[in-house]
């Protein structure tokens, strides 16, 4: 019965051929090669539980009187998207936990995707002829940040109105055109009614369908400029050591859902992830503290409590606080990451394609401005919790600003000098990793 | 960290043995009388523990504020000496929550004997969250308190301004406080905390406050764990730790050679 159903379908679609061939290709073996992976099935489950939530999710601002299973809030005014997050959150079986797999998913997703990155990285599998697919991948981060934001910010509570009200801020204080853009992303000024309705067109219809898209694109160009492998006994540049598709890599692959499935659902089922119902209704005129935002944010909260109070008044124009650390901070960013693949090319004169990764030692340079890169977002993610790390250690949270202040500007160089000297130093001596390195090979610095 | 624990610890050995010794240096009474002269116990508590700094008539010393000026009085005494911020070792110590070295009996003395002082402020209120109104008090709480003390009542860290006096200000949760407490500082705003006087609340909005204060205490913590309630400092900590960390793990487990 089956044979003669695939025969069928083969007759009509000629899919064996295909398949066979689709089932025997090569893929190398390293562990870091999973990380994609990884983030692609987040996504999925993102999209499964995401799914659920959207049937029970009402996304309006129009307000009623909450009268539900939870106490405390009974016969407060909320809005309805709030209301149907807590009904989610009270009422609705398995509402919950769906709730909460999917905001661990969220913050698991972006995680992996920035790990991902990391080994694209370091590893200079960005060369020649993978810029288009590092251009891919940086917007998929770009767009997985853009929707955790978004999705973040739709139960309207009041942490994640907070996060709209600085987001608000942000495009406010970007110079000539800031409030026309306002008002148009807006929809008015803020609280405006419409902003929750928007974000969920974003949050469950373009972002998504765009990340769809953008990840089968970068899948098939993986496909077909075929994966990079490290250098090894037979590995060259012109084949691929490793195991075919199926059996291997299939049951790999279906076991790394099994395992992301089972670590969300874990998660999801034990422990909280924002508990709106004590955060409250969003109310224009309150705010939370302490107050973060997700993880993957971190970074830009940081810099916006970081900076210091400078403001530029030119040509009759002022050029708003919030414009460097949140709008001119990224846009380098983001800018430089979009860049790297042919500034390096440009840099080194290295143009020739390679499939061969390098090891961080191999190219000392990229590796230590990596790290400088590295631990400098490092610097701002931490300051995004300053108030935080005050109230702990019982220290002004003015000092422990102007302390990451400093660690901003000394931190990043140190970090990179010093990676400089051990990746040079592993070059040099051969040293199969860090702790295998002699002593000797740290304080002499000259090529032998 | 490590320091700011032994710290603690220290401090609380200290204070745990001025209260025993406080037990034991108590008065001694008569069996069998009912009619205890407080004003007088008061006067030799107060004398031993607070004129050191305050003034014999509480009207301050170089290491110590006034009592008999602004909302110094029963309220404000009995909220310093029942959270234990009071009395301090120190005037450069931190004043901050422990364990009251004083019985309530000792500190209805010492009130009643600061009573002679004529002091301006509020008294001890009477307070029955029973009567207030959750959800008003969860409005009135995100309005008022949330700022400082957080949504979730884990309370904050304060910017000063560069004001040095108040440099090490925080917002004190509020997970150990009883009503009466968080009443009395209502009414007195110690520190750096407004007043949030009868002229702000009715008597019905505050009782709504503390029942929405008792509530976070123990809060519905429908989900799992609640990690510190902290929000998304620790739910990120934990989406690499307990997230990313063991899926890592399993790459590198499913990613050998086979």
């Given at each position: 019965?089956?044979?003669?159903?695939?025969?069928?379908?083969?007759d009509?679609?000629?899919?064996?051929?295909?398949?066979k061939?689709?089932l025997?290709?090569?893929?190398?073996?390293?562990?870091?090669?999973?990380?994609g992976?990884?983030?692609?099935?987040?996504?999925?489950?993102?999209?499964?539980?995401?799914?659920?939530l959207?049937?029970?999710?009402?996304?309006?601002?129009?307000?009623?009187?909450?009268?539900?299973?939870?106490?405390?809030?009974?016969?407060?005014?909320?809005?309805n998207?709030?209301?149907?997050?807590?009904?989610?959150?009270?009422?609705?079986?398995?509402?919950?936990?769906?709730?909460?797999?999917?905001?661990?998913?969220?913050?698991?997703?972006?995680?992996?995707?920035?790990?991902?990155m990391?080994?694209?990285?370091?590893?200079?599998?960005?060369?020649?002829?993978?810029?288009?697919?590092?251009?891919?991948?940086?917007?998929?981060?770009?767009?997985?940040?853009?929707?955790?934001?978004?999705?973040?910010?739709?139960?309207?509570?009041?942490?994640?109105?907070?996060?709209?009200?600085?987001a608000?801020?942000v495009?406010?204080?970007?110079?000539?055109?800031?409030?026309?853009?306002?008002?148009?992303?807006?929809?008015?000024?803020?609280?405006?009614?419409?902003?929750?309705?928007r974000?969920?067109?974003?949050?469950?219809?373009?972002?998504?369908?765009?990340?769809?898209?953008?990840?089968?694109?970068?899948?098939?160009?993986?496909?077909?400029?075929?994966?990079?492998?490290?250098?090894?006994?037979?590995?060259?540049?012109?084949?691929?050591?490793?195991?075919?598709?199926?059996?291997?890599?299939?049951?790999?692959?279906?076991?790394?859902?099994?395992?992301?499935?089972?670590?969300?659902?874990?998660?999801?089922?034990?422990?909280?992830?924002?508990?709106?119902?004590?955060?409250?209704?969003?109310?224009?005129?309150?705010?939370?503290?302490?107050?973060?935002?997700?993880?993957?944010?971190?970074?830009?909260?940081?810099?916006?409590?970081?900076?210091?109070?400078?403001?530029?008044?030119?040509?009759?124009?002022?050029?708003?606080n919030p414009?460097?650390?949140?709008?001119?901070?990224?846009?380098?960013?983001?800018?430089?990451?979009?860049?790297?693949?042919?500034?390096?090319?440009?840099?080194?004169?290295d143009r020739?394609?390679?499939?061969?990764?390098?090891?961080?030692?191999?190219?000392?340079?990229?590796?230590?401005?990596?790290?400088?890169?590295?631990?400098?977002?490092?610097?701002?993610?931490?300051?995004?919790?300053?108030?935080?790390?005050?109230?702990?250690?019982?220290?002004?949270?003015?000092?422990?600003?102007?302390?990451?202040?400093?660690?901003?500007?000394?931190?990043?160089?140190?970090?990179?000098?010093i990676?400089?000297?051990?990746m040079?130093?592993?070059?040099?001596?051969?040293?199969?990793?860090?702790?295998?390195?002699?002593?000797?090979?740290?304080?002499?610095?000259?090529?032998? | 960290?490590?320091?700011?624990?032994?710290g603690?610890?220290?401090?609380?050995?200290?204070?745990?043995?001025?209260?025993?010794?406080?037990?034991?240096?108590?008065?001694?009474?008569?069996?069998?009388?009912?009619?205890?002269?407080?004003?007088?116990?008061?006067?030799?508590?107060?004398?031993?523990?607070?004129?050191?700094?305050?003034?014999?008539?509480?009207?301050?010393?170089?290491?110590?504020?006034s009592?008999?000026?602004?909302?110094?009085?029963?309220?404000?005494?009995?909220?310093?000496?029942?959270?234990?911020?009071?009395?301090?070792?120190?005037?450069?110590?931190?004043?901050?929550?422990?364990?009251?070295?004083?019985?309530?009996?000792?500190?209805?003395?010492?009130?009643?004997?600061?009573?002679?002082?004529?002091?301006?402020?509020?008294?001890?209120?009477?307070?029955?969250?029973?009567?207030?109104?959750?959800?008003?008090?969860?409005?009135?709480?995100?309005?008022?308190?949330?700022?400082?003390?957080?949504?979730?009542?884990?309370?904050?860290?304060?910017?000063?301004?560069?004001?040095?006096?108040?440099?090490?200000?925080?917002?004190?949760?509020?997970?150990?406080?009883?009503?009466?407490?968080?009443?009395?500082?209502?009414?007195?705003?110690?520190?750096?905390?407004?007043?949030?006087?009868?002229?702000?609340?009715?008597?019905?909005?505050?009782?709504?406050?503390?029942?929405?204060?008792?509530?976070?205490?123990?809060?519905?913590?429908?989900?799992?764990?609640?990690?510190?309630?902290?929000?998304?400092?620790?739910?990120?900590?934990?989406?690499?730790?307990?997230?990313?960390?063991?899926?890592?793990?399993?790459?590198?487990?499913?990613?050998?050679?086979v």
């Open positions: 019965m089956i044979k003669r159903l695939t025969q069928w379908i083969d009509r679609l000629g899919a064996s051929s295909f398949a061939q689709a025997n290709k090569v893929f190398p073996d390293h562990w870091s090669f999973l990380l992976e990884l983030a692609l099935y987040c996504f999925l489950i993102l999209v499964l539980t995401g799914v659920f959207s049937f029970f999710f009402d996304p309006s601002v129009s307000e009623s009187v909450y009268r539900g299973e939870y106490e405390p809030l009974n016969g407060v005014h909320v809005s998207a709030y209301k149907s997050v807590l009904d989610l959150s009270f009422e609705v079986r398995a509402g919950l936990v769906m709730r909460q797999m999917h905001h661990w998913a969220a913050l698991i997703f972006i995680a992996a995707m920035f790990v991902h990391l080994r694209i990285f370091f590893t200079g599998a960005f060369r020649r002829p993978r810029e288009i697919n590092w251009l891919i991948g940086l917007t998929l981060l770009i767009l997985g940040l853009l929707n955790g934001f978004s999705g973040y910010s739709l139960p309207d509570d009041l942490l994640s109105g907070t996060g709209l009200r600085i608000y801020s495009v406010l204080s970007i110079p000539v055109i800031g409030t026309w853009m306002a008002f148009l992303v807006f929809g008015g000024e803020f609280p405006a009614e419409q902003i929750i309705e974000l969920f067109v974003v949050h469950i219809f373009i972002v998504p369908v765009a990340i769809a898209g953008l990840m089968t694109a970068h899948l098939a160009i993986v496909w077909r400029q075929k994966h990079t492998q490290f250098p090894g006994p037979g590995r060259t540049e012109g084949n691929v050591v490793g195991e075919k598709l199926w059996p291997t890599y299939m049951t790999k692959s279906m076991a790394l859902f099994f395992g992301v499935s089972a670590v969300v659902a874990i998660l999801g089922g034990l422990v909280q992830i924002n508990p709106v119902w004590l955060y409250g209704p969003f109310r224009a005129e309150q705010i939370p503290s302490p107050a973060q935002p997700d993880w993957y944010l971190g970074w830009l909260e940081g810099a916006l409590r970081l900076f210091p109070p400078w403001e530029i008044r030119a040509f009759g124009f002022e050029l708003p414009f460097y650390p949140a709008i001119l901070l990224p846009g380098i960013t983001f800018n430089l990451l979009y860049l790297w693949p042919f500034l390096e090319a440009k840099l080194t004169g020739e394609p390679h499939h061969l990764l390098e090891r961080a030692r191999d190219h000392p340079v990229r590796t230590a401005l990596g790290i400088a890169g590295l631990a400098f977002y490092l610097v701002l993610f931490a300051a995004a919790s300053n108030d935080l790390l005050s109230k702990w250690l019982k220290i002004p949270v003015e000092s422990i600003t102007n302390a990451y202040r400093v660690l901003l500007l000394v931190f990043p160089p140190v970090a990179g000098l990676t400089y000297r051990l040079d130093a592993l070059r040099r001596t051969g040293a199969e990793g860090l702790m295998h390195l002699p002593l000797s090979a740290l304080t002499r610095r000259t090529q032998e | 960290m490590r320091r700011a624990v032994f603690y610890l220290l401090v609380s050995v200290l204070l745990a043995g001025c209260a025993y010794f406080g037990d034991q240096t108590a008065p001694y009474r008569a069996p069998g009388v009912v009619e205890v002269d407080t004003v007088t116990d008061g006067k030799t508590l107060y004398m031993r523990d607070c004129a050191w700094c305050h003034g014999n008539e509480g009207q301050g010393t170089e290491n110590g504020p009592l008999t000026t602004g909302t110094n009085g029963p309220a404000m005494t009995d909220f310093v000496l029942s959270t234990g911020r009071m009395p301090i070792n120190h005037p450069d110590q931190r004043v901050q929550r422990h364990a009251s070295i004083y019985t309530p009996r000792d500190i209805e003395a010492i009130i009643d004997y600061m009573e002679t002082f004529e002091a301006p402020g509020p008294d001890i209120p009477s307070v029955d969250p029973a009567r207030g109104d959750i959800g008003e008090g969860a409005e009135l709480y995100q309005d008022n308190c949330a700022a400082c003390h957080a949504s979730t009542g884990i309370g904050g860290a304060l910017s000063v301004g560069g004001s040095p006096e108040q440099a090490t200000a925080v917002a004190p949760p509020l997970n150990s406080s009883t009503p009466q407490e968080v009443a009395e500082a209502m009414l007195v705003g110690p520190g750096t905390m407004p007043v949030f006087g009868p002229e702000t609340f009715t008597e019905h909005e505050v009782n709504s406050i503390l029942a929405y204060v008792e509530y976070l205490r123990d809060p519905n913590n429908r989900g799992g764990l609640p990690m510190g309630r902290i929000g998304p400092w620790s739910e990120g900590a934990a989406a690499w730790i307990l997230g990313l960390g063991p899926l890592m793990l399993l790459i590198v487990w499913i990613g050998r050679k």
